[in-house]
């Protein structure tokens, strides 16, 4: 079996990772660091996705190191009503969840057909065409002023009375 350019990227990352900080503030960016290796390697969304799950693992404390945290924080206030168990699941969910809004900032999600349609551009305030469907189904709910139906164009707002105003808005029909 060969190994990849992507692979001795990542093999690389897990052996910095022994030396690097751990700790909650620096989770972030030592996944950001693996991803935008990956990435200025020509590493493709799929590509680099599949080291997600194993670069999450890799940063994971190890059972002693989380046990014997726990040990020391458990009269936190923070931890009130925590148990060991749940004390590292939510450590090792909050290292997952870093490392999927890291790799996602670094790698977009892919459009698909249809999305890649409603980003094109349309008309003259280059809005996409899911916007423009969007204001245009938002602007039909409402009654349109019949503007041919006035008596003098230039006529000023202020100078029509309610009812007139009103005859406007719903038409001459009624």
């Given at each position: 079996?060969?190994?990849?350019?992507?692979?001795?990227?990542?093999?690389?990352?897990?052996?910095?990772?022994?030396?690097?900080?751990?700790?909650?503030?620096?989770?972030?960016?030592?996944?950001?660091?693996?991803?935008?290796s990956?990435?200025?390697?020509?590493?493709?969304?799929?590509?680099?996705?599949?080291?997600?799950?194993?670069?999450?693992?890799?940063?994971?404390?190890?059972?002693?190191?989380?046990?014997n945290?726990?040990?020391?924080?458990?009269?936190?206030?923070?931890?009130?009503?925590?148990?060991?168990?749940?004390?590292?699941?939510?450590?090792?969910?909050?290292?997952?969840?870093?490392?999927?809004?890291?790799?996602?900032?670094?790698?977009?999600?892919p459009?698909?057909?249809?999305?890649?349609?409603?980003?094109?551009?349309?008309?003259?305030?280059?809005?996409?065409?899911?916007?423009?469907?969007?204001?245009?189904?938002?602007i039909?709910?409402?009654?349109?002023?019949?503007?041919?139906?006035?008596?003098?164009?230039?006529?000023?707002?202020?100078?029509?009375?309610?009812?007139?105003?009103?005859?406007?808005?719903?038409?001459?029909?009624?």
């Amino acid at each position: 079996m060969t190994i990849n350019n992507f692979d001795l990227i990542f093999e690389q990352w897990k052996a910095d990772l022994k030396n690097r900080d751990r700790s909650a503030a620096a989770v972030y960016g030592n996944f950001e660091a693996l991803f935008t290796s990956l990435r200025a390697a020509g590493a493709t969304f799929d590509e680099a996705h599949k080291y997600l799950p194993n670069a999450t693992k890799a940063h994971q404390p190890d059972p002693a190191l989380a046990r014997n945290t726990y040990k020391c924080l458990k009269t936190s206030p923070k931890l009130a009503g925590f148990s060991e168990k749940e004390f590292v699941d939510k450590w090792n969910k909050d290292i997952a969840d870093k490392a999927t809004n890291a790799f996602y900032d670094t790698f977009p999600r892919p459009k698909s057909k249809d999305e890649e349609d409603d980003e094109r551009k349309v008309g003259g305030n280059k809005i996409t065409a899911k916007e423009y469907r969007l204001m245009r189904n938002h602007i039909d709910q409402f009654k349109h002023v019949d503007l041919d139906s006035l008596p003098d164009p230039n006529q000023d707002i202020d100078s029509f009375s309610e009812e007139e105003l009103l005859k406007l808005i719903r038409g001459n029909n009624e």
